[in-house]
């Protein structure tokens, strides 16, 4: 497709399936948040809460591929997703998914009996699993998902926050179903459900929206329009979009680029697409880099792993983003794509300053590689990454930090990688403390002195998360404890 083509391709409608019924959007921004559209358009039934994407208030279902490349529905935050994102998109809310249809008008006080009720919404009715309400719609969206991908457990709903019932109720809700093997009309959804996203060119409210299926059409774009913004999962671009209603003229999406998309699982490395979602990675490569396995798992909720990708992770170069300092420890390398060709960098040259990167115009991250091989002579490999916050889940670092060592028969180390995040202006490894402890053995002593040399290695500021103080104490900290899990 020729950058006039696609020009020329410019559409002002384009369509959604929203509980089972085709709807046309028209003349709206693409930069809308779903939950917006929602909410308008008389779907008040899914309730807005943070608007960050941590209450899980808005959470509704879409239909989308799933780690094992089969249609899966998929909680998601409906209040960090963009609606051109979920053009041609199969989505489901709270008020949609019983076998009755319920009123729309609240004049129409026909009851809704638990027979008609999907069964986790009638296990919630059931169980007193709703008190004020307002949460419900989105813990019922999550156990949905969950229900039709193996039955709901704790970690189904750990993106949903209740303020009142309590979670003894919920959790009983999510155990009566949790055995049951669905077979109704959504499971049948599932097996003639198509995942694939059409090419989209669309324009409306002065902003155009762009969905490219290929790197080729990625990069004709972006010669086009070079201050074009891109989006993959949008959980990042998502709260700008969400809080601040920010004006975005072209926004060009990486979801349906093939080449992005892919996973490589290789004898000696493993290479991710720029557009692969964390939860994918979650389940398809889980037990190959323990490190990225333990901060995957902390990083965020079901309904953010769901959108998130590594490659949005990494290129909105957040001194706090948690995904850098796992792979800054690993010595992974990015390989990225331009109007010149491919270029591949370690991930460690790539960060240039707060927000700033190695990425040239027109450039897009393509995929990065994590190598698999040990040091020669290596007789363990020591990894693990560690995520403070004020939450558990779901919440933005205040320190990240990930390290790998590599220790010989005698103990003695060979290689050594202390990667950090949230203590100066770029993700940033500890080299001075690298360096000296290479050769040395891996013991009390050695740690001891390497916490002199850490904590002057960086210099953090003070924010409402925590102080420069804290921070750099938590810099010494967590690499002692990463001593005293692997003595």
Not at 34 to 52: I, M, N, P
Request: negative net charge; charged residues 15%; hydrophobic residues 40%.
């Amino acid at each position: 497709m020729t950058q006039q083509s696609v020009t020329q391709q410019l559409d002002t409608q384009f369509t959604l399936t929203i509980n089972g019924e085709p709807v046309s959007v028209k003349a709206l921004s693409p930069a809308m948040t779903l939950l917006e559209y929602l909410r308008l358009s008389g779907r008040a039934g899914t309730k807005e809460g943070c608007g960050d994407g941590d209450c899980g208030a808005c959470t509704v279902a879409i239909i989308g591929e799933g780690a094992d490349g089969t249609p899966h529905y998929q909680a998601v935050n409906s209040c960090l997703i963009p609606l051109g994102a979920v053009a041609g998109r199969q989505v489901f809310t709270a008020d949609g998914i019983a076998q009755c249809r319920i009123p729309k008008s609240p004049l129409v006080k026909e009851p809704v009996t638990l027979e008609q009720l999907h069964p986790v919404q009638s296990a919630m009715v059931e169980t007193g699993g709703s008190q004020c309400g307002y949460c419900t719609p989105g813990f019922i969206m999550s156990l949905f998902a969950a229900y039709y991908n193996g039955g709901p457990d704790d970690l189904s709903v750990e993106g949903n926050l209740c303020r009142c019932t309590g979670y003894i109720p919920i959790r009983r809700a999510a155990a009566m179903v949790a055995a049951e093997t669905p077979q109704d009309s959504f499971s049948e959804q599932l097996v003639s459900a198509s995942t694939e996203l059409s090419p989209l060119a669309y324009t409306g409210h002065e902003e155009q929206f762009y969905r490219p299926d290929s790197l080729t059409e990625v990069l004709e774009l972006l010669q086009q329009y070079p201050t074009a913004t891109l989006v993959a999962g949008a959980t990042d671009l998502g709260l700008e979009m969400s809080w601040h209603r920010q004006h975005y003229p072209i926004l060009i999406s990486l979801e349906a680029v093939t080449e992005l998309k892919q996973v490589h699982n290789t004898p000696d490395f493993v290479e991710i697409g720029a557009a692969v979602p964390l939860s994918h990675i979650e389940t398809n490569l889980h037990g190959i880099f323990p490190s990225l396995d333990e901060m995957i798992h902390w990083f965020a909720a079901r309904q953010v792993r769901n959108r998130a990708t590594l490659g949005g992770n990494i290129g909105t170069a957040s001194p706090i983003g948690d995904l850098p300092p796992v792979l800054l420890s690993l010595d992974a390398t990015l390989k990225l794509a331009g109007p010149s060709g491919e270029r591949v960098m370690p991930l460690a040259n790539f960060f240039l300053g707060y927000r700033q990167t190695q990425l040239q115009a027109g450039e897009v991250i393509v995929s990065v590689t994590i190598p698999k091989a040990t040091t020669p002579g290596t007789d363990r490999r020591l990894a693990q990454s560690y995520k403070i916050g004020k939450r558990g889940t779901d919440d933005i670092s205040i320190v990240a930090a990930a390290f790998l060592v590599d220790v010989d028969a005698n103990n003695q180390i060979l290689h050594a990688r202390l990667g950090y995040g949230g203590v100066a202006a770029t993700p940033a490894r500890a080299t001075e403390a690298e360096a000296f402890l290479v050769g040395k053995p891996w013991n009390h002593s050695t740690i001891q002195a390497a916490k002199t040399i850490l904590q002057e290695a960086f210099t953090p500021l003070t924010d409402l998360r925590g102080s420069a103080e804290y921070r750099k104490r938590l810099v010494v900290n967590l690499f002692e404890k990463f001593f005293s899990e692997f003595p």
